[in-house]
């Protein structure tokens, strides 16, 4: 017999009963609660007792046809999974069969519970799921790239959610004492204790917000018990966490309730009394730990992840009401509007790593490579005291902003995402990882990862989007970023995203819709769009006007205190004087660059610049002095210094030998590096490899090279390289003797520059030569 259709909320086989509300699985006096996936095959398997129930059906249960996974695998993992909760066998079946090549079939008998309850069983399964995965694109569009300006490395510290095998709504902490300072603290030390356990899911802020919308709330409204429930219901979460404190004269009472969610009753109380003010953090670890045992997650689990709270975030209560508090400011006004609390929190402990890392990944994200690589190297001395999941986070981290070294970033967060599967910063900056390697299909794979998480995350919706641009998926990368502002995912990430569409698709007043959103924001985010409209500017050879956005990309970045930021702003300037041929303008603006302190992504651009106009030794100078203080950077390593040595090889009249220095660029060309301004634009060794071919006469070799830029218009992006990629094409095609496409490409050059200032030099020397084919 299957499931009754219309009077049980339970099941009963063997020695099991399973609650089809809460996923919670009982045996002998002993209670386990299951993950989502293991649960819905559980749950399938059950309503046709006896049946073979296919491996294609399971798999359209579990996952929408657009969601991208490995399937096969993922289903065997989740049968794998409650095989171990039933202690089943796969060869000597008491529960579930294996049907070879088809499917399974449930063996054991079935029968209801005796509690009625008045929904579906289907329906029951449907709720307990929640809102299902549906990811944003056909599998078709994914293999993609990224284009300039792509991967933010995302580090929102408001909570994680894991798929683990309790899902927890974590309620506003019950304050019932004169300190304010406890509120915001005692949260964030749940939080940070939960946090470290595989076994806990906590809902996010993001999908907290999303679910008080549904309910005509506002997000800023206190998250009391009932409303937690409420949010837990709608979320298809399982248990909501209450935690409470109260004065006793000199002492403190805390208290932490478990309850289901479903129906109302506690699952887990604990209370204790505390001396003294100094000690509260100790008793919020200890009570959390017992927690977390009550509700399942064994001892051994506990014992490999739970690191006290002095140790794993910091012992000042103050400190930890500021780090909150940054985590709010970044979450509702911006992402860089934290920093000014993290560095309170510094100030009050010194030693609090997660500070330390919060503030470099938010200069790392706006081109202060400098800075961030500061920050964390402190993050990373004090990886000796923190937790499990901090260390993997702080270690992937470093290698991806500190060292740069690419392939242990890629291995650093799959450890991560491996030891807490589903965690959303994982999988995001793992696609990070994936992008500036230029491996775009892993990219976009983990980036619907971390949608499919948590569908309220933006950055992970800019990453995605991204990700499809390169082979000119721009419907797919489009319905990405609508997707996200459906959510009311409106903030700098996704602008991002929605701006470079707007370029890409001539959609000039959307991308002044862009500039005038991002007017007036925090300095980095509104210099990051001027430069995307200085690029914009020079794609079309308008270079007084991009000269004038880019003026005011350094202003907002002096504003903002970032030196850095506003000398990288100003390398670009001099690096488009020099391939458009203002030589002694370029000498200028790189000056200018140097004189305003540069760091390691300055250098770099200004390293370009010089090289262009033949300063070749003060050009390999500056590079080695970047490889110097990067000796691990791959992309340093691999594709800029190939590049740069490459440019001044050429300069030295040496075309060969800057050809040969190209090749090693190869493996990363279509990579990208980082957020503009910073480092040099993708398809940069293509540009000179071409350029190369073109002093060697090989002019169908330069014709490929050229071609493989405008073949790849997402991942150029509005980068002046693909404009003058049409003119060094047609001198290509002229040099090897076809006249008719040169004199078509000239044409596409002059179209894209039918606005542009009439005196720049390679212009000219563009008319005179179309001037001669004819």
């Not at 079939?105 to 069983?121: C, K, L, N, Q």
């Not at 920050?375 to 740069?404: G, N, Q, W």
């Not at 970047?626 to 590049?643: E, I, R």
């Amino acid at each position: 017999m299957g499931i009754p259709a219309e009077s049980e909320s339970s099941v009963r086989f063997g020695e099991f009963q399973l609650d089809l509300r809460t996923r919670e699985l009982r045996s002998n006096g002993h209670r386990s609660f299951l993950q989502e996936q293991p649960f819905h095959v559980l749950a399938a398997l059950l309503d046709r007792p006896g049946q073979l129930v296919t491996r294609d059906e399971l798999m359209k249960q579990l996952w929408p046809s657009d969601t991208f996974v490995d399937f096969d695998q993922s289903l065997n993992k989740a049968v794998n999974r409650l095989r171990e909760a039933l202690d089943d066998s796969a060869d000597h079946p008491r529960f579930i069969e294996t049907v070879p090549r088809r499917g399974y079939r449930f063996i054991g008998p079935v029968a209801p519970s005796r509690e009625p309850t008045g929904e579906d069983a289907r329906l029951l399964v449907q709720k307990q799921r929640g809102r299902p995965w549906k990811l944003l694109v056909p599998v078709a569009a994914l293999l993609v790239t990224a284009m300039v300006g792509a991967g933010l490395y995302w580090r929102w510290r408001a909570a994680h959610r894991p798929t683990g095998k309790v899902t927890i709504v974590l309620a506003d902490f019950v304050n019932n004492t004169s300190d304010p300072v406890l509120e915001d603290a005692l949260r964030q030390a749940l939080l940070a204790s939960l946090d470290q356990s595989p076994f806990l899911s906590v809902l996010s802020d993001d999908e907290v917000r999303e679910q008080l919308g549904y309910m005509d709330r506002s997000a800023t409204d206190r998250l009391t018990e009932p409303v937690a429930r409420e949010v837990c219901q709608r979320a298809g979460s399982t248990i909501v966490l209450v935690g409470s404190i109260s004065s006793l004269g000199a002492h403190y009472a805390l208290g932490l309730n478990a309850v289901n969610c479903q129906t109302g009753k506690s699952v887990s109380r604990q209370e204790a009394e505390v001396e003294s003010r100094e000690k509260i953090l100790q008793v919020v670890d200890r009570i959390s730990t017992k927690t977390r045992e009550t509700l399942g997650e064994s001892l051994s689990s506990i014992q490999k992840y739970d690191v006290p709270l002095d140790q794993a975030t910091t012992s000042s209560l103050e400190a930890l009401r500021f780090f909150r508090l940054g985590l709010k400011a970044d979450d509702t006004q911006g992402s860089a509007a934290g920093r000014p609390f993290y560095k309170q929190a510094i100030a009050l402990d010194p030693n609090f790593a997660e500070a330390y890392e919060a503030l470099s990944t938010t200069s790392g994200n706006f081109g202060q490579a400098d800075l961030a690589r500061t920050y964390l190297k402190r993050a990373e001395e004090l990886s000796s005291r923190i937790s499990a999941r901090e260390r993997l986070d702080i270690s992937a981290t470093y290698y991806s902003l500190a060292s740069r070294e690419l392939d242990k970033a890629i291995e650093a967060h799959q450890l991560w995402e491996k030891t807490y599967p589903g965690d959303r910063y994982a999988s995001t900056n793992l696609g990070d990882a994936y992008l500036k390697a230029g491996q775009y299909e892993q990219c976009a794979a983990a980036s619907h990862r971390a949608i499919g998480i948590d569908a309220n995350t933006s950055v992970s919706y800019g990453n995605l989007a991204f990700c499809l641009v390169n082979l000119d998926q721009m419907d797919a990368a489009r319905k990405v970023v609508d997707e996200a502002f459906s959510r009311k995912l409106d903030d700098f990430f996704v602008r991002q995203a929605r701006y470079i569409l707007a370029f890409l698709q001539g959609d000039e007043p959307e991308m002044q819709k862009q500039l005038a959103w991002v007017a007036g924001r925090p300095g980095e985010e509104e210099a990051i769009f001027l430069a995307y409209q200085a690029d914009t500017e020079a794609f079309q050879g308008r270079l007084s006007k991009s000269h004038e956005y880019s003026r005011r990309a350094v202003d907002s970045e002096l504003r903002a205190g970032s030196k850095e930021g506003a000398a990288s702003q100003q390398a670009y300037v001099a690096l488009w004087q020099a391939e458009f041929g203002n030589l002694a303008q370029a000498r200028r603006d790189a000056a200018s660059a140097l004189a305003l302190s540069p760091g390691r992504d300055a250098k770099i651009v200004i390293a370009m610049a010089l090289a262009r106009i033949g300063d070749v030794s003060r050009a390999e100078a500056l590079a080695e002095e970047v490889v110097k203080a990067y000796p691990q950077d791959t992309l340093l390593q691999s594709y800029h210094l190939p590049s740069i040595r490459a440019a001044a090889e050429l300069n030295r009249g040496d075309a060969s030998k800057s050809e040969y220095l190209t090749e090693r660029a190869r493996p990363y060309e279509l990579a990208t590096p980082s957020t503009p301004p910073t480092d040099l634009r993708p398809l940069y060794p293509s540009y000179v490899r071409g350029q190369a071919y073109l002093a060697m006469h090989r002019g169908n070799d330069a014709a490929v090279e050229f071609q493989r830029i405008l073949d790849h218009r997402g991942l150029n992006g509005n980068s002046p390289l693909g404009a003058l990629a049409h003119l060094q094409i047609g001198r290509a095609y002229a040099l090897s003797g076809d006249p008719a496409k040169a004199r078509t490409s000239y044409q596409d050059f002059f179209a894209l520059w039918k606005d542009a200032d009439p005196d720049i030099p390679i212009l000219k020397q563009a008319k005179a030569e179309y001037a001669k084919l004819h």
